[in-house]
T-cell receptor
Framework: QKEVEQDPGPLSVPEGAIVSLNCTYS??????FMWYRQYSRKGPELLMY????GNKEDGRFTAQVDKSSKYISLFIRDSQPSDSATYLC??????????????FGTGTRLTIIP | GAVVSQHPSRVICKSGTSVKIECRSL??????MFWYRQFPKQSLMLMAT?????????EQGVEKDKFLINHASLTLSTLTVTSAHPEDSSFYIC??????????FGSGTRLTVV
């Protein structure tokens, strides 16, 4: 069993729809949860991060963490064609600050159809 | 925001030759740099972690004599793929961080060994 599971998609939705992206994990030591967006042939860019359980909102993006279920989600409201990319979840335990090892999901390829 | 520059973005080399990839933090001093490898439709796999002025720590299964990492300054790390073979063809991505922030990724290097 992989430490982090993520549906690779692809996922296609019409413009304006709400997108839900999810990851599950098995390592209960994970405390930091991140979502990265990766455009084709580019490096990942950090979208949002949360610490422990709870919700965090930033514009059209909302990140949710449910540690009891070992389940995290990213919601995108009013999706735009520019949101089309691969979204990767990543996690790390509390460790020596500065040396965190991120464990990534496989990424979900998202296409927003105009 | 933090910027990490990675060069070259794409390189084609002959089998048996060596290739050097550079990763620079442009506006901050990176105490730690990470090197990842990404296969098509797969997640980022951490290869090694390097701290400035010390030897890199390699992940299990990564040949340190094949993938030479140097982190000689707080703004530059290099990955040299020695005696490259076609199976080394992949997308290599670096990331850098200091104690105040999560990792910032470079734009990646597509290596093709022919």
């Amino acid at each position: 069993q992989k430490e982090v599971e993520q549906d690779p998609g692809p996922l296609s939705v019409p413009e304006g729809a709400i997108v839900s992206l999810n990851c599950t994990y098995s390592n209960s030591a994970f405390q930091y949860f991140m979502w990265y967006r990766q455009y084709s042939r580019k490096g990942p860019e950090l979208l949002m991060y949360t610490y422990s359980s709870g919700n965090k909102e930033d514009g059209r993006f909302t990140a949710q963490v449910d540690k009891s279920s070992k389940y995290i989600s990213l919601f995108i409201r009013d999706s735009q064609p520019s949101d089309s990319a691969t979204y990767l979840c990543a996690m790390s335990p509390i460790s020596n600050f500065g040396n965190e090892k991120l464990t990534f999901g496989t990424g979900t390829r998202l296409t927003i159809i105009p | 925001g933090a910027v990490v520059s990675q060069h070259p973005s794409r390189v084609i080399c002959k089998s048996g030759t060596s290739v050097k990839i550079e990763c620079r933090s442009l506006d901050f001093q990176a105490t730690t740099m990470f090197w990842y490898r990404q296969f098509p439709k797969q997640s980022l796999m951490l290869m090694a972690t390097s701290n400035e002025g010390s030897k890199a720590t390699y992940e299990q299964g990564v040949e340190k004599d094949k993938f030479l990492i140097n982190h000689a300054s707080l703004t530059l790390s290099t990955l040299t793929v020695t005696s490259a073979h076609p199976e080394d063809s992949s997308f290599y991505i670096c990331s850098a961080r200091d104690f105040r922030r999560f990792s910032t990724f470079g734009s990646g290097t597509r290596l093709t060994v022919v």
